[in-house]
Structure formats: C-alpha cells, structure tokens
C-alpha cells in the first residue's frame, strides 16, 4: 500500500493556445492536510479539474492508492472518494439542509416516495461529525455562510470521500469561523481518514494547518509535495512569483499639505456602511485594505451613486454633493471606477476595442444630432491604446479575444481616455501576468504624480504597501483604522494586520 | 397552527373563501348549484392547464406552447373518432402521446441546444399550430361519440360536482406528490433553483428539462381532451387562450419565475381565484373583455408581490446572519 | 486598420442576400406569376409590414428583452387613428403624429414598469398585452372604422414605379436607413446597444442603462403604431382584429425577422439591414410556398420550422461571435 493516497505524475494538458500544464506532479499523503499554491494561471485549477474527473490529461498518469486509475467523469472521482467543496456555495438554499445532504441518493419507502423520516436520521450522523448542531429539517437560505459550507464538507464526508479538495475556503469566512473549519479540518483528518487539498492564496493559513505543499508556477511544479517545515514565508512567495516579492519604494513624497479633492463625513450607506470617514488628497493615492466581505467595492459603489448614501456628507472640492448615478459621477464630477470584476462589469466581451475603449467618451466627442464615426472615435482613443501597449492586431478585435492582461488595460484605457479627476481602481492585478502587473503598477504611479488623484481597493498586501499613500483598514462596512504608509513592509503590514484583527 | 399560517396557500385560500362569500352576498346566485357547477367546470381544465405551466416553471423555463398543443390533441382525438371510426379509449391514449411526443420535442431541442424555451416553445407553437390548421383546414369536428358527451356533461349524483374535475384533482394530488416526494420532482426543483449547483450534484440536465416538458406535453394533451368532452366539439380554436391563464395562476400562487419555487396547491387556489373573479365579471355583467385586462393586471401585480416576498426574505436572512 | 468591405462576403447579411436572390430565381421560374406585377406589389405590401414589425421587436431584442404587446400596441394605435380620423374628424397628418404618439406612450410604460421593477420584459409585455387590448377592445366595442379619409385609404393601394411597388415598402425602406444612420453614426445608438450587451458595464461606465432601455420601449411602440399605420392604410380600415387575436398574430414576422438576421436574442447585437433582408426573405418564401399550393394552412407550419431553425443559427452564430472567428 502506497503513503500516498492520491498521485499525479507529470501531467500535461493543454488547452487551445495555451500550455496549462508542463509534466506537473502532485502527491497527497495519506492523513495529510496538502497545500496547493500558485498564482492565478499558474495551472492550480486544471490540476483540481483533473483530479476531480472534469478534464483528462493529455498525458501523465493518476494513481489511487498506489494504483493507476482513469477517471473519465465527475462520478468515476466521487466513486473514488474525491469529493471537492468549491470557493461559492453549491446547496440548493430553498431545500433543507438534510436534502441538500443526501440529494444523490435519496433514501426511499416501499412506494418509490422519499423517506424524509430516513433522511433526517442519515443526515443528522454527518452534521455531528462536523460539529453542526442544527435540524435536517431547517432550511438551507437561514445558514450562515459558514454553516452552509460546513454542510457541504459533511456531504462530502456522506458520499464517502476520501480526498477532500477545498478551494479557498476561508474567502467568506470571519476570521473566527476559519479558526472553526481549521479545528474541525484536523478532526476530520484524524478522526475520519480523510486527507486534504488545500487551495488558498493566503499563506498565513498555509503556515498554520497546512503539513505540505505543491507550488505551480506557468503550469509547472516550482516544488512538489514539500514539507512545510522547511520553508518560510519568503523561500514560498519566491517560489510561487519566481523572485522575491518586489515592494516598489516609489518615489512619491506624502505631501503635508492638505488639498482635499474628495471627503468623506460620517457617511452611512444602504448596504451597511456605518461612520465612514475619509480625506483625498490631489494626486493622492489611497488604498482601502480588507478582507472579503470588508465593503470596499460597496462604498465605492455607493460613491459613485450605483447604490445609496443615506446619511452623511460626500464633499467634493470643498462643496458638499450627491451623486445619484455613474453618469453624473463621470459627467459631473469625472469620478471613473475601474470594475474588479473585467468580464462582467468591466467590459463587453462581444464587443470590439474601439467601442469598449470610447464607451466613456462618445456623448464628449459627438458633433450636431449626436454625429460619431469610427473614425472619430479612433482618433481620440487611439493614444491610450497605444500608450498602454495592448497587443491586438487591430481596433476592431473583439474583446474577448483578448488575453486577461490586455483585456484589464482596455478597461483602464477607457478611463483614461474619460480624463477623470478622480479614479477608483479595483483589484486591478488579479489574475493578471507578471509583466503587465508591474506595468500597471507604474502607470497608476504616474497618473497620481500627472493629478489623478487615486483610491486603490486591493487585497495584495505587497501591492497596497507599494502603490499606496496611506492605507485605510476596512472591516465590517466600518472603517477601523488608517495607517500612514512609508513603505516598509514589515512594519505596515502588521499594522495593518493588527486593525484586522481587532 | 402557526405553521398553517407560513404556508403560501394559507392567504390564498382566505382570499378564495372571502371572495367566493362576498360576492355571494351581494349575488346569491353566485352558489347556486348551476353556478357552482360552472365554476367547477372550468376549474376543471384550467387547473391542468397551470399545472402543465406550472411544471415548467419550476425549472425556470416558459412553455408558450401548452395551447398550441393542446389544441392539436384536442382535433386529434376529435379527428381520430370522427373520421377513423378509433375507439374512445384508443383516442385518448394516442392524444396522450402525441402531447407527451410534443412535449418531448419541445424538451429535447431546449436542452440540446441551450437555447431558451421562450424561443423554441414559440417556435413549436408556430409549428403545432400549423399541424393543426393543416389537418382541419380551420373546419371543426363535429361527430363526437355519445360517450364522450354525456361524460362531459354528467354531475356526480345530485351534486353540482361534474364528472369532469374528478380527473384533474386527482392529477393534481398526483403532481403534488410528484413536486413534494419524488426524486425526479425534487431534482427538477434543485434544478430550478440553480442550474449550477444541480449539475454539480450529478443531476442530468437533460432528463430533468425533457421529462419536465413531457409532463407539459402530457398534461397540455389531457386539458385538450376535457375541453373537447366539455365542448362536445373538437375545433382549431382550443388552446388559444390558455396562455395567460397558464401563467396567471401559478404566479398568483407564488411561483417565482426564474425557477425552483412553485407550490401545486396554491397554484390550484390561484385557478380558483382566477376562475371566481372571471365568473363574477360575468355574473355582475361586466364587459368580458374586462377579464383580459384583470388578468394581466393580475399577473403584474402577482409577480411584483412574489419578488417582494422573496427579497424581504433574503434582506430579512442578511440581517439574521450578521448576527 | 479597417478593412470592412471585403468582409463583407463573410457576413450574415450577405448570405441572406444570396439566399434571397435564389429563392427570387427559383420561384420565379418555378411558380406562375410570382414575377407579376400584381404579385410583386403584394408583396412590396406584405414586406413593408413586417420589416416595420421585425424593426419594432429588433429595438427591444437588443436590450435582451420581448416585447410581446407589439402587436397589441400596434392595434391599439390604429384603432386610436381611425377614432381620430373619422369620429372626431382630425386631419390625416395631426392623426398620423397621434398615432404615433400612442403607440410611444403604450412603449413607454412597457419599459417603465420593466426598468422600475425589474420583472422581464417578457411577463411586463405579456400583461400589457392583455391589458391594452382589453381597453381597446372594451373602448371601440370591437367596432372598426371602415370610412377612414380617402387620402389616407388611398396612400395604401397607391403604386409607383411601374405600379410594381407601393410606396408603403419605401416608407419602410426608409426607416431602415434612418435606424441605420442612428445605430451607426450617433452616440445615442452606441449607447443603446452597449447598455444591450452589458448592463452593469455599461452603467459602470457612464451609461443611464434604464433610460436607454426605456427608449428601447419607446421606439419599440413608435415602429409598432408605424407599422399599424401601414397596414391601416392597406386594408383601407382600423379594425380590431387586424393583429390577430391580442396582437399575437404579429409576434412570429416580428421576431422571425430580426433573428434570421443576425440579431442577437441575448442583447447587444443587432442589424437593421439584416432586420430588413430578413423580413423580405421570411415573405418570398411565404408567397412563393403560397403560389406553389403548398395550402395556406401549413404556411404556418413552415414558418415555425424556419423560427427553429433561425434561433439554431442564432445560437452557433453566438457561440462563433465569442469564439474565434476574427474579422480583421
């Protein structure tokens, strides 16, 4: 019998013009918890898709306990006893947590009708494992969050998973409730023979209940199956980036003087927000750190008037002012904000560079009775393509066809052609390349010190310590506390870290 | 009894009962056994023809063509007799599968091709709807056997009862205890609510959305029998109204429209009011042209209340779980 | 760098062109009197109709929704004109801007009640449909007007060209080039098929999204009372049942058209002369079925194959749109 319940030996796949994976290997010890880490693109979720039976590799093999198996499909892993709990919750929420539990299979009487008495029993065994102390009968949409996903561990553990994938766990989860899942993670482990892959981009977790790790990097094994204990958090981040993690010392000065562009007083919001207070500076950039589920994204949204402020003030060069919708923030105030999300709320896939570009701009660049031409339109924007070198072969490329890195910087280049004052920008490096990340990094260096003042939601401790003036720690819908920012990493992070946990 | 007042059905049920008596009160006539015979008549069809919506509903498509098919069974099966001397029970059984064979195009195509239902159950309705004129060239059928009438207007003993609801309510017991204690009614709900989280499960998409329009062809089939056996008349024309109606009631039952939320019961309730108030338009001599804009007033406000519901439940939850 | 022209031979458009060509070809050598000039302008009618219809729904499928009352706005709208025409004796131009005007206010609160509550256009036009025809019906007692003004009547059976086309087809035609130019050249209709494609995007970007769409609606209801106006003046009469039974007998040409060619169900694409080529196709094949006694009655049938088999083409059309086929 093998230690190892579940190996992979140099995979290759290969997707249309892309190489996602290059002779990857993974092996998970038995009774283990296995860390799984790499950048976005780094490979991570074709290696889960082939170990959860969604993609075959093109070659390479999987073994099971020791013996070469094939697994064509999602049901031939979970006969296998790999079962996988995805970052979003999968639970039908109008249904009971019990049916959830045993919706494969559900039990039945003599007449072919559902037992629901039986599943009740059946699934009350799987939710004491986890620790749940709640009725089958109740109904999933009342869980937390946290308790939802519990519930997906304990079906996981019902279908007789062995192997047990989790992808980034922790995303929806107070730092309590991890604490939790970590607690009962190593309960499973003991107690039930369950082993773990354990998916996360955040190393602190990593440390704390991980035994080994496997780092991809461009679809190859930076280190494969590597005992945790000898690595630390600077030898990991080397291997997943390639390099050590560069902290840009820019070479901005905090200007003293104050000239406030945009102020926040006291403002509540429809979503939540509560006591939010904040000073923009001229070409200040100001970067709002947090945990998912902080409400960065939410306040900038109701800033930008897309949801409502509902107490407070919202001043803007000195004048207090409402902003009702994204078109006065841009038309009025020439406030833009740059989505997190690209694809959906950034751009419009089926359509090509040109339009996605200009979309900011046409109303500003029409002649009489609303007259625009492509051509038009080119010579306004053209620049900004230009300048932000965006490989395409030509204007009129569809934008999703596109790779990742350039899509993101139509997203900014229309911004940029929009000439704001004022520019939020999202997330704007995930799941983007190296390169293009660190050109990103220096272009909203530049626009800051040209008179764009800047407000930075990132959740890239290294790029907030880089990029930002001073950083507001976001946590609850409520601002916990602000940290002046002189670019030194250890210090500012654990005072960042420090307002976290609070 | 507090959970009695939970149930969705519960205020419809009230609203059924308050109505029905206020307008007995000002019209006794409205309970008189004629009435009530008639009202139970076209509660008869109307209930499956919602629940032949209904079931699509819960997995979050639309059927526009539950008309059209029923249509075309109901001069089959008129036709059948009429001209091919088939006997009565043969007749059924083959307007039975011709629904089920419609229905069973409308599924295959929707779940093969992805493309939404809306389009395709309007493409079919184009395409049944043809089949129907084509084979009647717009004429009527006209010899129904004696059989088929006399089971269309026979009552239950001295009651106001008709023969003919006894088969929908036990179709409707029937979809109930499909919807509430079957798998395949319960996986096409968990496919209703997330197309998603189901596939994910292991459910089959394709057998959940062909069986479901099956059972929408099958039930479209046997509303066009009754109204045949009500008419005493097989022509072109049935089923042309039936698309409101369709929707009318289970939205006003508290179907939620993009899936995964139906309730059988209350669906018979939401016929109930829609056939009440219809009745009543007529009984108070109310322009009958009325009825359309009741009821599209009616699918409006229902609709409207049903997302209401659903997004104080959700705000309710937020705030429960912040906790 | 653009080079458009010779892509031209690889869009949808132009293949309808050919297929219309061909089929003109076949049926002309095939059928008797599919070329005469009697037959031709019937059909110029029958085809300036349903682009005007096909045109109606296209404005409302580009924002990713239906517009099911079409044909009740459409009827509601000419009913209207003939009460004003002949009961209160309003002259014909003032009658026609008053047409118009309803069949925009029907449109209006179509997308109002859609962007304000959020409910798909689908049921909203499902029970407007209901409700404008129950008040135009209860309201005109499902009388028509049948002594409408004989300038009007008259613009209907007029012929130009030969008398081989009626000017109804121009007025069509026209309108073609118009919702072109707006499309194409203004940043209104840039702004209209962006907020089609990606609402929450183009929000984000400075778009009034929910205005956009309510033009949509608006417009859908203009084109429709335009279409109404067209075929008021065909049939020489406002009458109720013009549309069939709720309007519904518009809704196959209305999407027929704008699906053959080349709009996109789910929103953000469209194409006007597609709209237009593919109303022209859906009526020769119609008429030429007709001349070769295929049986009116299954006309009905083929034309709900063709829908079929459009939004099957719909479908691999998107799917290539997303993909890879690059024109560049």
């Known amino acids: 019998m093998s230690e190892f319940c579940l190996e992979i030996s140099s995979a290759n796949k290969s997707f249309p013009g892309v190489k996602a994976l290059d002779q990857a290997s993974f092996r998970l010890r038995k009774g283990s918890i296995h860390a799984l880490l790499g950048e976005n693109g780094a490979g991570k979720s074709t290696l889960i898709k082939i170990i959860t039976g969604v993609h075959k590799q093109d070659s390479g093999k999987l073994f099971i306990n020791g013996k070469e198996e094939t697994l064509n499909n999602p049901n031939d892993a979970t006969k296998f006893g790999i079962s996988v709990v995805h970052q979003e919750r999968n639970l039908i929420r109008r249904f009971s947590v019990g049916e959830n539990l045993m919706l494969n299979n559900l039990p039945k009487t003599a007449l072919g009708l559902i037992d629901y008495d039986e599943i009740t029993i059946k699934s009350k065994k799987w939710l004491e494992i986890m620790d749940l102390d709640i009725d089958p009968k109740t109904v999933v949409s009342e869980l937390t969050v946290a308790k939802m996903q519990l519930c997906e561990i304990a079906k996981a553990l019902s279908l007789r998973a062995k192997i047990l994938l989790l992808d980034e766990p922790t995303s929806s989860l107070s730092p309590q409730e991890s604490e939790n899942l970590f607690a009962l993670l190593k309960k499973i482990v003991r107690d039930e023979g369950v082993s773990i892959v354990f998916v996360s981009h955040k190393l602190e977790e990593v440390f704390n209940i991980c035994d080994d790790v496997t780092v991809l990097r461009d679809g190859e094994n930076a280190c494969t199956s590597e005992d945790i204990k000898n690595l630390d958090r600077q030898k990991l981040v080397r291997l997943m980036i390639g390099r050590d993690e560069q902290i840009v010392k820019s070479a901005r000065k905090i200007e003293n003087a104050k000239d406030i562009i945009l102020a926040l007083k006291n403002v509540k919001t429809e979503l939540g927000h509560k006591n939010i207070d904040l000073e923009l500076n001229r070409s200040e950039i100001i970067g709002l750190y947090g945990l998912v589920g902080a409400g960065r994204t939410e306040l900038m949204k109701c800033l930008i008037g897309q949801d409502k402020i509902t107490g407070g003030d919202v001043i803007i060069n000195g004048k207090k002012v409402t902003i009702n919708s994204p078109k006065t923030a841009l038309e009025k105030f020439k406030i833009g904000y740059i989505s997190e999300d690209r694809k959906k709320e950034g751009l419009i896939l089926i359509h090509n560079v040109l339009d996605n570009t200009s979309i900011t701009v046409w109303s500003q660049i029409r002649k009489a009775f609303g007259f625009v031409t492509d051509g038009m339109i080119a010579n306004k924007v053209d620049s900004y393509i230009r300048q932000l070198e965006v490989k395409t072969p030509s204007n009129y490329q569809l934008i999703s066809n596109l790779s990742g890195g350039n899509q993101q910087k139509i997203s900014v280049a229309k911004w940029l052609a929009a000439g704001t004052d004022i520019l939020i920008i999202d997330e704007p490096t995930v799941g983007i390349d190296i390169k293009t990340k660190a050109y990103l990094h220096e272009l909203i260096i530049k626009l800051a010190d040209n008179g764009t003042s800047i407000i930075l939601i990132s959740s890239d401790m290294p790029e907030m310590i880089s990029l930002a003036d001073k950083i507001l720690v976001m946590k609850d819908f409520q601002v916990n506390g602000i940290v002046e920012n002189d670019h030194d990493y250890d210090a500012v992070s654990s005072k960042i870290m420090e307002f976290i946990h609070t | ?323 | 760098m653009n080079k458009k022209i010779p892509n031209f031979i690889f869009t949808n458009q132009f293949g309808l062109l050919c297929l219309v060509l061909i089929f003109i070809v076949i049926f002309s050598t095939v059928t008797d009197g599919f070329t005469s000039r009697f037959n031709i302008f019937a059909l110029s009618r029958v085809i300036a109709i349903d682009i005007m219809i096909g045109l109606a729904m296209m404005v409302v499928i580009l924002t990713g929704g239906l517009n099911l009352a079409l044909g009740a706005i459409g009827v509601c709208a000419a009913m209207f004109g003939g009460w004003c025409m002949e009961v209160l004796e309003i002259p014909i131009i003032p009658s026609i801007f008053l047409m118009l005007g309803m069949g925009s206010f029907l449109g209006w609160i179509n997308g109002f009640i859609t962007v304000k509550t959020g409910v798909h256009s689908f049921i909203v036009t499902l029970a407007t449909m209901s409700i404008y025809f129950g008040f135009m019906t209860m309201l005109t007692e499902a009388e028509a007007f049948r002594r409408l003004p004989e300038l009007f009547t008259d613009f209907g059976s007029a012929k130009l060209f030969n008398k081989y086309i009626s000017p109804l087809l121009l007025v069509s035609v026209a309108t073609c080039f118009v919702l072109f130019y707006v499309f194409r050249f203004t940043d209104i209709g840039r702004k209209l098929i962006a907020a089609g494609a990606n609402p929450e995007a183009a929000e984000l970007s400075g778009i009034s999204v929910n205005t956009m769409f309510i033009y949509c609606h608006i417009l859908s209801g203009f084109l429709g009372a335009l279409a109404a106006i067209l075929l008021t003046t065909r049939i020489g009469a406002a009458i109720p049942s013009m549309a069939g039974q709720l309007g519904m007998d518009w809704l196959l040409p209305a999407f027929l058209a704008p699906v053959i060619g080349g709009t996109l169900l789910s929103g953000g694409k469209l194409s006007v002369f597609g709209t237009m080529l593919g109303a022209v196709l859906v009526t020769l094949l119609t008429n030429g079925l007709y001349l070769l006694d295929v049986g009116e009655f299954w006309i009905r049938f083929f034309l709900g194959i063709i829908l079929l088999l459009a939004v099957l083409l719909d479908r691999t059309r998107e799917y290539f749109t997303l993909k890879n086929v690059i024109v560049s």
């Open chain 2, 1 to 323: 009894m507090a959970t009695l007042f939970k149930k969705d059905w519960f205020g419809l049920l009230i609203v059924v009962i308050v109505s029905g008596l206020a307008i007995a009160a000002v019209k006794p006539a409205f309970l008189s056994h004629f009435n009530l015979y008639v009202l139970m008549v076209s509660t008869s069809y109307m209930l499956i023809i919602a629940l032949a919506q209904m079931i699509i509903i819960a997995i979050g498509q639309m059927n526009l063509s539950v008309g059209a098919i029923g249509g075309l069974v109901a001069i089959s099966f008129s036709g059948l007799m009429e001209v091919h001397q088939i006997s009565v029970p043969v007749a059924v059984l083959i307007g039975l599968v011709i629904g089920m064979m419609c229905g069973f195009l409308n599924g295959y195509i929707t779940a093969k091709s992805g493309i939404s239902a809306f389009i395709i159950t309007l493409a079919t309705l184009y395409i049944f709807k043809g089949i129907n004129l084509g084979i009647t060239e717009a004429e009527p059928f006209y010899n129904i056997p004696e059989t088929v009438k006399n089971f269309g207007n026979a009552k239950l003993g001295n009651t106001p009862i008709p023969f003919l609801i006894v088969i929908p309510i036990i179709i409707t017991f029937l979809m109930w205890v499909f919807m509430n204690r079957t798998e395949t009614g319960r996986h096409m709900l968990a496919y209703g609510n997330s197309v998603q989280s189901a596939e994910l499960i292991g459910i089959s998409s394709s057998k959940v959305v062909i069986t479901a329009h099956v059972i929408s062809g099958f039930l479209a089939a046997t509303a066009g029998i009754l109204v045949v056996c009500r008419l005493q008349l097989g022509t072109p024309n049935i089923g042309d109204s039936w698309l409101l109606p369709s929707f009318a009631a289970p939205v006003i039952g508290g179907a939620i429209l993009a899936g995964g939320k139906v309730d059988v019961i209350a669906t018979a309730l939401g016929v109930l009011i829609v056939v009440i108030i219809s009745q009543a338009l007529v009984i108070f001599k109310i322009d009958p042209f009325f009825v359309q804009i009741f009821l599209g007033v009616m699918i409006l406000l229902a609709v409207l209340v049903n997302r209401y519901r659903e997004y104080k439940q959700e705000a309710l939850r937020k705030i429960f779980n912040s906790e």
